[in-house]
């Protein structure tokens, strides 16, 4: 079965599909129609050895489904029948535990609930009547997990061979209240061309995060300048499946270790924040994720840091938003419960207090602080090219800069838009014009 053509589906975040599709043929070479992009993910005409890959080589997948059923299917009757022709003994058996999840668009049923539990029905009476047992339902941390996906008037039935989502790498221990997603910070990282996918490449250029929280972007940058796979310090659900083999998959994490490249002689990748907190936990996470020697972490006001390097560069960042911006320092700190965090988005801590500076002259608003922010990089980042992920439509006006390209992307259920803005050197204001 290890040298059979499998059906692939690899969810991802909305927005994040080409990118999705880009890597996958980088990774295995998947082409053509052995590789669809659909809305909200992919599929891939793939064999065993690209599901271990893409496991512990997808930075933008959340996971790797196997497509084991898709029929019509208008009633729960019928989902049953179909749910009983898979051979479901093929890929696990009645030691294993095992829980059904499901999601819909567009469908006719009337409870998911039900749905999922003729399928588990049907899963259980097909062990039963082939061995006369079944394996038991735990919902907590099953051995398999099965997704019943339900689409109109269709049905699919798929098996999850990740397990714990992918943006799990295994790393983050430290973080703060809402962190960002490392499948989006590689999706970041993917749009504004720092990171090539297919052909598994990142720019020479360096890269900056001034507001890095607990230092996903740059972790998930300096992983892939030292070409490090993101599924390495974890276990998957394929593990556990009969067609798993260890010595196959020891040679696959064994390649991917001897591929891996040193760390610069001087770091490229670059990260502050205001709370020294926060960059405290920036540094541990780098350190388990085996990056701590290719990034340098200061802590610091993002209104007042100058540029780390005297090379221009990319600035990445996840900017504060929300009702309130609290910034410490300059632009001042402000009591925690004075401004709201989107939800999904990097903490951006307001660390001042904490520390007990009674000097902290308060909140700025959203608006003041963009225009300061602005003002800042047009006197210090000049040549610099600047990218801010944000659900905020009038960010471009309150930094007063007009945004060179736009990329839809979705952090959880906000929908938000990646922007790019060249960042032009404010000229002094004694300099002479231009020659007549």
Known sequence: MSDEALTLFLPCAAGVQDFL???????????????????????????????????????????????????????????????????????????????????????????????????????????????????????????????????????????????????????????????????????????????????????????????????????????????????????????????????????????????ARPAPAAPRIFGSDVSHRMVDFAQRNAERAGVAQAVQLRGGDALQRQPPCAEPGLILMNPPYGERIAVAGKAGAGKETGWKTGQGRETFQTATLRRGDENSPGQESAHDFFEQLSQHWKTHFGGWTAWLLTPDTRLSARLRLKESRRVPLFNGPIECRLLRFELTARRPANAPGPAA
């Not at 049953?80 to 819909?104: I, K, N, S």
């Not at 394996?135 to 061979?161: C, F, K």
């Not at 983050?172 to 990282?189: F, I, N, S, V, Y």
Request: glycine share 8%; with cysteine.
């Open 21 to 259: 599709a880009d890597e996958v043929h980088g990774l295995t070479g998947l082409a053509g129609q052995d590789l669809l992009i659909e809305r909200g993910g992919i599929y891939a005409r793939g064999r065993w050895r690209d599901v271990m890959r893409l496991n512990l080589h997808s930075r933008l997948a959340q996971r790797v489904l196997l497509e084991l059923a898709h029929a019509p299917c208008e009633s729960e009757d019928a989902l049953y029948a179909l749910a009983r022709r898979v051979p479901w003994e093929d890929w696990f058996g009645t030691r294993h535990t095992f829980r059904v999840d499901v999601t819909a668009r567009g469908s006719a049923f009337k409870s998911l609930q039900f749905a999922a539990l003729r399928v588990k029905d049907a899963v259980a009476d097909r062990f039963r009547e082939r061995s006369g047992a079944r394996p038991s339902v735990q919902t907590q941390q099953p051995d398999v997990r099965i997704h019943l996906h339900l689409d109109g008037a269709h049905a699919s039935l798929l098996l999850d061979t990740s397990g714990e989502p992918l943006f799990k790498r295994g790393w983050r221990q430290d973080k703060g209240d809402a962190p960002l997603k490392e499948t989006l910070a590689a999706a970041m990282l993917a749009a504004s061309g720092w990171w090539q996918p297919a052909r598994r490449a990142v720019a020479a250029q360096p890269l900056y995060d001034p507001c890095c929280g607990s230092g996903t972007i740059v972790i998930e940058a300096a992983q892939l300048a030292l070409g490090l796979p993101p599924g390495g310090q974890r276990r998957f659900a394929f593990e556990r499946l009969p067609l798993f083999k260890r010595d196959e998959w020891q040679a696959m994490k064994d390649e991917a270790e001897a591929a």
